[in-house]
């Protein structure tokens, strides 16, 4: 009779037809195999997690990925590479810097893709001015992706109205996006830093995270305020009674 587990090519049609069964493993067969499956899943559990490592993290484990890894890992490293390098790019702002006219085909229209400035024409001396350079280098820190800018008015446009003052000038890769100049356009000295925010991200150049416009809410209290104290139609029919 043959033997069902010999290596021999008929053994093999006939296991592959089912007509006999699988070949029994030895001891060594079985542990080897064992062994295989524990690297492949060790392996798999590296590149599923090369995804969320950081570029220093895949330099320390690089000698824990396989070759057929590298191509897609390298891949992988240059597109981190890049959104970093754009990431560094975009904030790399943060303050509200002081430029001359000189500083302004530089610092504006060659602000570079992608890049929206916010440029504040101010003059020392009028109060609102000094209000909103408050409230922009407080926006420029929230929002270092955005270039904040301020000159007085004269040394970049030489003599700008002060009745202009103060005014923002917004770009968008050097292209004029929205303009805001006088006063009135701020609401005076009540103006808020919210209310400003909002303001700059109706014209797209921060991206806020406000919900509605704040001088809405106030808008409403105040009208809610004025319809309170007006004498309703009951008093006023009440008054001619009388």
């Known amino acids: 009779m043959q033997d069902p587990n010999a290596d021999t090519e008929w053994n093999d049609i006939l296991r592959k037809k089912g007509v ?23 392996q798999e559990s590296v590149v599923k997690t090369y995804e969320s490592m950081t570029l220093d993290e895949l330099d320390e484990n690089e000698d824990d990925f396989s070759e057929e890894d590298e191509a897609a890992i390298e891949m992988y490293r240059q597109k981190r590479l890049a959104e970093w390098k754009a990431t560094q790019i975009k ?3 943060g303050e509200v810097v002081e430029i001359s006219g000189q500083d302004y085909i530089k610092e504006v229209n060659k602000a570079g893709e992608g890049i929206w400035v916010v440029l504040h024409l101010y003059k020392q001396g009028v109060p609102l001015c000094t209000l909103i350079n408050q409230h922009l280098s407080e926006l420029a820190r929230k929002f270092p992706q955005t270039k904040f ?25 050097g292209e004029m996006k929205a303009q805001y100049i006088g006063p009135l356009v701020f609401g005076g000295m009540n103006l808020k830093v ?30 809610s305020s004025i319809r309170s104290t007006l004498p309703t139609r009951k008093d006023s029919d009440s008054e001619e009674e009388n």
């Open 194 to 223: 919210e209310e400003l925010e909002w303001r700059l991200s109706e014209s797209g150049a921060v991206k806020t995270d406000l919900e509605e416009n704040p001088k809405k809410q106030i808008e409403d209290k105040l009208m």
């Open 91 to 93: 904030n790399c702002f």
């Open 149 to 173: 800018l301020k000159s007085i008015s004269t040394t970049c446009i030489p003599n700008y109205p002060d009745r202009n003052l103060p005014t923002i000038f917004v770009y968008h890769e």
């Open 20 to 42: 006999l069964p699988p070949k029994e493993k030895t001891q060594d067969e079985v542990e080897e195999e064992a062994l295989e499956k524990q690297i492949l899943l060790e």
